[in-house]
T-cell receptor, first 115, second 114 residues
Framework: DTGVSQDPRHKITKRGQNVTFRCDPI?????LYWYRQTLGQGPEFLTYFQNEAQLEKSRLLSDRFSAERPKGSFSTLEIQRTEQGDSAMYLCASSYRDKSTDTQYFGPGTRLTVL | KQEVTQIPAALSVPEGENLVLNCSFT??????LQWFRQDPGKGLTSLLLIQSSQREQTSGRLNASLDKSSGRSTLYIAASQPGDSATYLC?????????????FGSGTQLTVLP
């Protein structure tokens, strides 16, 4: 068990470009979450998967954002036509529902800078 | 809508002091509450999780309490060390509906001076 991993760790892009981030959850975890964190704020929920099904999306997830988890393992988050306001840390978390906790474990994040 | 507030936003203490970080939430119908630590530019590390039926959890020098009726939690750090310097975030998971996400506060940035 190597924990939740995210790739890339840093991404710098120009406004209008598309970017894609990857998250690999802890192997036996069936739930996967994406959050966005801006400087000085706590993370804000974006979307949630149970296995391959995307069960919930925040209003923060505009139509320029799309997330997938095709085989119920890794997930990708794509942002199309990036804007400067998209600059943030994108965090992925995973969990496994058991009787007691459903604790979310977070990855190191991908820091996006849109110039 | 659940709102989570953390006070103070920043705290600086000398090494060895005991300290308390505060977290309040507006909707008491929570499933659990979690305290996290975040180092600059890094992801989140879970410190303690308290289920809604519990009053407190302890891990080493850390003790977290939960008072659902008043919508408050505290994180107590004993004998603080410079290595404790980080941002501490609390997050709640609501218990109604299908929502599984955490709602976070903005964090308390702690600096422990040697």
């Amino acid at each position: 068990d190597t924990g939740v991993s995210q790739d890339p760790r840093h991404k710098i892009t120009k406004r209008g470009q598309n970017v894609t981030f990857r998250c690999d959850p802890i192997s036996e975890h069936n739930r996967l979450y994406w959050y966005r964190q801006t400087l000085g704020q706590g993370p804000e929920f974006l979307t949630y998967f149970q296995n391959e099904a995307q069960l919930e999306k925040s209003r923060l997830l505009s139509d320029r954002f799309s997330a997938e988890r095709p085989k119920g393992s890794f997930s990708t988050l794509e942002i199309q036509r990036t804007e400067q306001g998209d600059s943030a840390m994108y965090l992925c978390a995973s969990s496994y529902r058991d009787k007691s906790t459903d604790t979310q474990y977070f990855g190191p994040g991908t820091r996006l800078t849109v110039l | 809508k659940q709102e989570v507030t953390q006070i103070p936003a920043a705290l600086s203490v000398p090494e060895g002091e005991n300290l308390v970080l505060n977290c309040s939430f507006t909707d008491s119908a929570i499933y659990n509450l979690q305290w996290f630590r975040q180092d600059p530019g890094k992801g989140l590390t879970s410190l303690l999780l308290i289920q809604s039926s519990q009053r407190e959890q302890t891990s080493g020098r850390l003790n977290a309490s939960l008072d659902k009726s008043s919508g408050r939690s505290t994180l107590y750090i004993a004998a603080s060390q410079p290595g404790d310097s980080a941002t501490y975030l609390c997050a709640v998971k609501i218990s109604s509906g299908s929502a599984r996400q955490l709602t976070f506060g903005s964090g308390t940035q702690l600096t422990v001076l040697p």
